[in-house]
């Protein structure tokens, strides 16, 4: 099981860079696991990686494509709330990178 | 973008040299102890698996007949040596179905046949083809049976019938006999046993998403447009894979599907309980699990009380509903006769076509030029209508209805010719990306032909695995990775919806036949 080094502790993460507890998660392990990836966190990556967070903590799942791009477009302005928009703050895809970095477990199934 | 070669896309496909053991490094992610026993597998290799190994194969050889003669009857003809596209994209010749077969098929020849055990016990079981049975063989088969999607295009040019993916069905069951599994497909599984969909989406979830849907769709079109779900006495369930709720492109295809049962006057509901079209079930051909998913079904539409049982557009879903739906939950005396058992939702919007009772605005599509790409298990392993090649002919019957720019890719790589999209029969996986990306090259080869020559803009399809895996692997080719499209978007956003008011109290669903 292979680990990241946040804020002086050891967390678990999956194969593929997951937490495996989601309780283990700070604000730091999302600008731990950007910066590995080569990404600074703005303030927009910060809006999404929050929403993610309340989202899950009612729901428990990420939200789904057309769920997040209207609460960002709601938040942010309607000319944000697309993929569009999302792909470029996270090119891997919003649904797994900016899981991710929000601690959430990775969506599985047919996406 | 990737640590490995993207295949060219050349203009005249050509059959590559091979290159011996290019792929023998990929290899999913392996399921730990909890997501094994969670579907009745054991945790971890377990002790003698050779032994239990071969019980298994006998236990299969048992059950299904077609599996007993697949692995007698190849004469090594060669005919198929140059049809999977992983093969195509990788140039490994272990991604020859031929070849892929028989890394069962030697096992099988030196455990079960006689001239195996006898020149096996000389110490020379490579006489007859034969071999024995070790840990790298073990691991050549969790890598190359996770480098097959289980398409069957091999299949329709053997001579015999030969179907690989039915040997890849029953390689990954006895893996999993012995606690061998595929960490996604398995995990999966145990999410749409427990929560009820692929995805994990919880009923509130869902709801919440449905909602959110009916107010997009609202503010689109000032049309109240319904999503309902669990709702008893509903005239129709619709089942349809969890990625129509989460995902781009596929919620266009649900928004599709609502919007001509809105337009139908139909009286229809989704259900929380059965939530997922998809049965993975089948891509580790694990009978048991098959049979447990396609129960939530039968429990949903015995609770709902409703009359028909009605498709997404997901490919395999289909295959198992089509061809097998009645063994793993029939018997449906309990629904309406008069209408297919289950019906997909290409031949729905098709009858209503046919019968003229939706009308389309084809000009709303002008701005595509659309192809189709045949799902595999849509277009080899069921049917649809009541025609033979009706699953050819009523997907693209509804796109022509939706819209004026229609072409087809070359003749060889559609309909029971299609090439597989690269992701299908559980390898739609990130650890699998190399081969995905390299087995879409014959699919993308074809599909930048009609780009080049014919002005296509757009890929359609009726499947959730392809239209996720286009998504991901159109960019790799130069595409962008919004060229993938539901049928149903193009039928959602061509018809015209009649400003009815207040309808979800909606009459009998009279409109069809």
């Known amino acids: ?111 | 973008m990737a640590e490995y070669e993207i295949p060219e896309l050349r203009e005249i496909p050509i059959i590559p040299k091979i290159k011996e053991g290019v792929m023998a490094h990929s290899s999913p992610f392996v399921a730990k102890a909890p997501i094994q026993t969670a579907i009745g597998f054991p945790g971890e290799l377990v002790d003698n698996w050779e032994g239990k190994l071969l019980d298994k194969m006998d236990d299969l050889r048992g059950r299904y007949r077609s599996l007993q003669v697949y692995l007698d009857s190849c004469v090594k003809c060669g005919a198929c040596t140059d049809k999977c596209h992983y093969f195509l994209g990788t140039s490994d010749p272990k991604n020859m179905p031929v070849a892929r077969q028989d890394l069962m098929r030697k096992v099988y020849r030196r455990y079960k046949t006689f001239a195996g055990k006898f020149w096996g016990k000389l110490g020379m079981p490579w006489m007859v083809g034969a071999a024995e049975l070790n840990k790298d063989v073990l691991d050549d088969w969790y890598s190359y049976f996770h480098q097959c999607s289980q398409c069957r295009r091999c299949s329709v040019y053997c001579p015999y019938g030969i179907d690989t993916a039915e040997i890849s069905m029953a390689a990954r069951e006895m893996m999993d006999s012995v606690g061998v599994g595929q960490k996604y497909c398995n995990e999966i599984i145990g999410k749409a046993q427990t929560v009820g969909n692929n995805l994990g989406l919880p009923q509130p979830a869902l709801y919440d998403t449905l909602e959110g849907l009916e107010e997009e769709v609202e503010e689109d079109t000032g049309v109240a447009v319904k999503f309902p779900i669990d709702k008893k006495g509903s005239d129709i369930l619709l089942v349809t894979p969890s990625a129509d709720f989460f995902a781009e492109p596929h919620v266009d295809g649900l928004i599709g599907y609502a919007k001509v049962f809105h337009e139908a006057g139909a009286s229809w509901t989704l259900s929380s309980h059965a939530s997922e079209a998809a049965n993975f079930g089948m891509f580790i051909g694990s009978y048991e699990n098959m049979r447990t998913l396609s129960q939530r079904v039968r429990k949903a539409a015995l609770d709902l009380g409703v009359k028909r049982i009605i498709f997404g557009e997901c490919g395999h879903a289909w295959r198992v509903a089509y061809s097998f739906l009645n063994t793993l939950a029939g018997p449906w005396d309990f629904l309406d006769q008069n209408y297919p058992i289950p019906q997909h939702i290409c031949e729905y919007t098709y009858d209503l076509i046919q019968n003229d009772k939706i009308k389309f605005d084809k000009s709303e599509n002008d701005h595509m030029t659309i192809t189709f790409h045949d799902s595999c298990n849509v277009a080899r392993a069921s049917r649809m209508g009541d025609k033979p090649g009706g699953q050819f002919d009523i997907p693209r019957a509804v796109i022509k209805a939706a819209c004026n720019n229609y072409v087809d890719m070359p003749e060889d790589t559609i309909k029971e010719a299609t090439f597989c999209c690269g992701g299908g029969g559980g390898i739609l996986t990130d650890d699998l990306m190399e081969i995905r990306v390299k087995g879409a090259q014959p699919r993308m080869e074809a599909y930048k032909r009609v780009v080049e020559e014919k002005g296509v803009t757009n890929l359609a399809a009726i499947c959730a695995i392809c239209k996720a895996q286009f998504s991901k692997v159109l960019p790799y080719y130069g595409f962008g990775m919004t060229d993938i499209i539901s049928v149903h978007q193009l039928v959602g956003d061509a018809l015209i919806l009649s400003d009815a008011a207040g309808d979800d109290d909606s009459d009998d669903s009279d409109g069809e036949e």
């Open chain 1, 1 to 111: 099981m292979s680990t990241i080094s946040v804020n002086g502790k050891e967390l678990e993460v999956d194969e593929e860079g997951y937490l495996t507890n989601l309780n283990d998660w700070v604000p730091e392990v999302a600008t731990y696991m950007a910066k590995d990836e080569g990404t600074e966190l703005s303030e927009s990556h910060w809006e999404v990686i929050n929403f993610l967070r309340e989202y899950y903590e009612e729901y428990q799942i990420a939200p789904a494509v057309r769920v997040l791009t209207k609460a960002i477009g709601k938040k942010l302005g309607k000319d944000k709330g697309n993929s569009k928009y999302l792909y470029e703050l996270f090119p891997y895809g919003p649904g797994k990178q900016a899981c991710k970095y929000a601690g959430l477990p990775k969506p599985t199934g047919c996406v």
